[in-house]
């Protein structure tokens, strides 16, 4: 199957990847992503960690529709958190 893809501004192939998920038990809820992301994809959302009875903030992708596929969120998270994939066609 074929991926999407697009072309840059000097004719080199680009193949976006976009955010499906984020491990939610290695977000730390910085917000680096937040900032990196213009489109409005990510919202930070607090849960509670069942075990102890505590509170956490983590992102979430609550519009994935808008996401872009730039990989910005992903480069910009020190923990490594997103999955990002190819859509195939």
């Known amino acids: 199957m074929a991926s999407i893809?697009?072309?840059t501004r000097n004719g080199q192939v680009w193949t976006p990847k976009f955010a499906?998920?984020?491990?939610?038990d290695t977000c730390i809820g910085c917000g680096r992503c937040f900032k990196a992301c213009s489109?409005?994809?990510l919202e930070l959302t607090t849960i509670e960690v069942e075990e102890h009875y505590l509170e956490?903030?983590?992102m979430?992708?609550?519009?994935p529709g808008r996401c872009?596929?730039?990989g910005a969120c992903g480069r910009t998270c020190p923990k490594n958190c997103f999955t990002l994939e190819e859509v195939e066609l």
């Open 5 to 7: 893809t697009g072309l």
């Open 20 to 24: 499906t998920s984020i491990d939610i």
């Open 39 to 41: 489109k409005g994809v």
């Open 56 to 58: 956490k903030d983590i």
């Open 60 to 63: 979430t992708i609550k519009h």
């Open 68 to 70: 872009i596929g730039c």
